[in-house]
C-alpha cells in the first residue's frame, strides 16, 4: 500500500544518530543519503508509515560506503646508484607500491629509458652498455595504481675506469693451404690482433676494430708449415 517514506542510520549498530525522509505517499521507495564518510560502514533501517498512521519498521541492514579515490602521488626516497666501468644500478624506494622508469643519458636532456612494470616499494634497475669514466645524469618517475605519478630531481652518477683487460675464450682457428682464418670472442669490446710467425718470436700482426666477436684471415702462408 502507499506510505511514506524514512530512514534511520548511524555508524554504530542500533544507534541512528541521523535520517532522511519522504513524504510522498508511494509503493515504490528511495531515498539518497548525501554527506557520508568514505570507507564507511552505516547501520540502517526503513520506515514507512500508511495513511491511516500504522507504522512498519525494517530490521536492521548495513552498507559500506566506497573508499576515497587516490589522488595522492608516491614519494620518491633512499635514492642511490653503484657503478662498473660499464654498467651503473640505480635504486630507489616509494611509500607505496608503484611502477618505475628511469631516463638516462649524458645530460639533462637523457634520451635513454629503462622501466619496471611491477608494482612494488623498493626498485632495483640496471643499466649496461655505458662507457668508463663518464658521468651519466638520470631522472626517476614513480606511477600507482591510480596513475598518480612522481618525478625525482635530475641526478648524477658516474662509471669506474676501466682497469680489467677483456676475457678472450672460444678461440678457432681454420686454416687453408697458405692462409688461416682465427676467431674469438671476448666479454666486452676490445681491438683485436694476431701475432704469428714460426715461432713463439711471432714477427708479424694483424689486427681489426673494436668488437666482441672477432676474425682475423691471415694469407701468405707458408703451405704445410706448422
Same mark, same amino acid.
Given at each position: 500500500e502507499?506510505?511514506?517514506?524514512k530512514?534511520v542510520?548511524?555508524t ?10 519522504s513524504?510522498?505517499?508511494v ?6 543519503? %548525501?554527506g557520508l564518510? #568514505? #570507507?564507511t ?6 520506515v ?7 507504522i +512498519?519498521t ?5 552498507f559500506?560506503?566506497?573508499?576515497a579515490?587516490? !589522488?595522492t ?10 657503478t662498473?666501468?660499464?654498467t651503473?644500478? &640505480? ?6 607500491a ?5 631516463d638516462?643519458?649524458? !645530460?639533462?636532456?637523457?634520451g635513454t629509458? *629503462?622501466?619496471?612494470? %611491477? ?5 632495483s634497475? *640496471?643499466? %649496461?652498455g655505458?662507457?668508463?669514466?663518464? &658521468? ?11 596513475s598518480n ?5 635530475d641526478?648524477?652518477?658516474?662509471t !669506474?675506469l ?8 672460444? &678461440? ?6 697458405d692462409? #688461416?682464418?682465427?676467431?674469438? *670472442?671476448t666479454?666486452e669490446n ?8 714460426t715461432?713463439t718470436?711471432?714477427?708479424? !700482426? ?6 666482441? +666477436?672477432?676474425?682475423i ?10
Amino acid at each position: 500500500e502507499s506510505s511514506n517514506s524514512k530512514i534511520v542510520y548511524g555508524t554504530s549498530a542500533d544507534t541512528y544518530t541521523l535520517s532522511s525522509t519522504s513524504a510522498a505517499m508511494v509503493t515504490n521507495h528511495s531515498l539518497t543519503l %548525501t554527506g557520508l564518510t #568514505a #570507507a564507511t560502514t552505516y547501520y540502517f533501517r526503513v520506515v514507512s508509515v500508511d495513511a491511516l498512521s500504522n507504522i +512498519s519498521t525494517s530490521t536492521e541492514s548495513t552498507f559500506t560506503t566506497s573508499a576515497a579515490p587516490d !589522488t595522492t602521488a608516491p614519494n620518491l626516497s633512499n635514492i642511490a646508484s653503484s657503478t662498473t666501468a660499464y654498467t651503473a644500478t &640505480v635504486q630507489w624506494d616509494t611509500n607505496e607500491a608503484a611502477s618505475g622508469s628511469l631516463d638516462y643519458g649524458l !645530460t639533462a636532456g637523457y634520451g635513454t629509458a *629503462t622501466s619496471s612494470g %611491477t608494482f612494488t616499494a623498493s626498485k632495483s634497475l *640496471t643499466l %649496461t652498455g655505458l662507457t668508463p669514466n663518464t &658521468v651519466y645524469h638520470f631522472q626517476i618517475t614513480a606511477l600507482d595504481g591510480a596513475s598518480n605519478s612522481t618525478t625525482s630531481a635530475d641526478y648524477i652518477f658516474k662509471t !669506474t675506469l676501466d682497469t680489467t683487460g677483456p676475457v678472450i675464450s672460444n &678461440v678457432n682457428v681454420t686454416a687453408s693451404l697458405d692462409g #688461416a682464418t682465427i676467431a674469438w *670472442t671476448t666479454d666486452e669490446n676490445a681491438t683485436s690482433s694476431v701475432s704469428y710467425g714460426t715461432s713463439t718470436a711471432y714477427g708479424s !700482426t694483424s689486427t681489426s676494430s673494436s668488437n666482441t +666477436s672477432h676474425s682475423i684471415s691471415i694469407t701468405g702462408l707458408t703451405e704445410g708449415l706448422l
